[in-house]
């Protein structure tokens, strides 16, 4: 039986699975890429495309624990500087355009804790962004509705709410620092 391009970029991904390293994270990077070449027609993409999810699972994987997540997100939604905890994660822009920021974490004198806005780049469709565990970023839909795939190689949820180990940063007085404990 033919196999979608959901299935096949799914098996990729199992098959180049490791620890993080240059060549698993290329290795999840171009299946990701091909994820984002299935026809619109595909059965799985049609129906992302009709109902438009704010949020829905796609896949878990039961061995490795990877997750690949889809959103619709509308012109205008931002989401604030945040990392990903232990985890690093590819953003794949399938449909809209969404802008991405990057920042570094300063320490003052003072032991007051302040981002950095590093960059800012806008993804289009059949493109995708890279964060490695530590790095900060934000995002906010520019042209929508965007679809957009987020590879997680763990369960975000799982590291904020038990680990707690996901930061997320508030603005003050134009400043985005982290929140009060
Ligand atoms: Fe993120």
Redesign the pocket.
Known sequence: MARNTFDTSIEGIKSVWGPLSTEVVAGCRRNVEELLEAPAKEDWLAALHKEGPANEELYRDPKDGFVLLAHTEYAGLY?PP?D?GRGW?I?AIQQGEIEMGTYGRVEDDDGRIRLVKRNSTLVRPGQVQL?LPADI?D?RCISGPALLFRFTERDLKKEDKEGHRVTRYVERGGVWTVGSP
């Open positions: 989401r945040h990903h994660v953003y964060y970023h995002t």
